[in-house]
Nanobody
Framework: QVQLVESGGGLVQPGGSLTLSCAASGYAFRADVMGWYRQAPGKQRELVAISTISGSTNYVDSVKGRFTISGDNTKNTVYLQMNSLKPEDAAVYYC??????????WGQGTQVTVSS
């Protein structure tokens, strides 16, 4: 069974920074894609940033220039450095990992609150 464990959420003031971390574990699991989604109350879950084993990354337009995804798909770790946070970034952030051999998996979610 593959498990994704997230950490790093919390309360931050507008303009502040947070770093989210995620580690995936599971026998013989090797992620092809890892990333982060978020879901705010009353809204659909949306892609925030994704990273592939080939090294490519993709971001939702609203976070470009402020968020940076990093990590190592071969080690099943992914991070999301979030700078210049805005109130509209507040949401539950979910780690995502997928493998063509094992399927797709989600973390339990970590709350990010942006408020003064």
């Amino acid at each position: 069974q593959v498990q994704l464990v997230e950490s790093g959420g919390g309360l931050v003031q507008p303009g502040g920074s947070l770093t989210l971390s995620c580690a995936a574990s599971g026998y013989a699991f090797r992620a092809d894609v890892m990333g982060w989604y978020r879901q705010a109350p009353g809204k659909q879950r949306e892609l925030v940033a994704i990273s592939t084993i080939s090294g490519s990354t993709n971001y939702v337009d609203s976070v470009k220039g402020r968020f940076t995804i990093s990590g190592d798909n071969t080690k099943n770790t992914v991070y999301l450095q979030m700078n210049s946070l805005k109130p509209e970034d507040a949401a539950v952030y979910y780690c995502y990992a997928s493998s063509i051999h094992s399927g797709a998996y989600w973390g339990q979610g970590t709350q990010v609150t942006v408020s003064s």
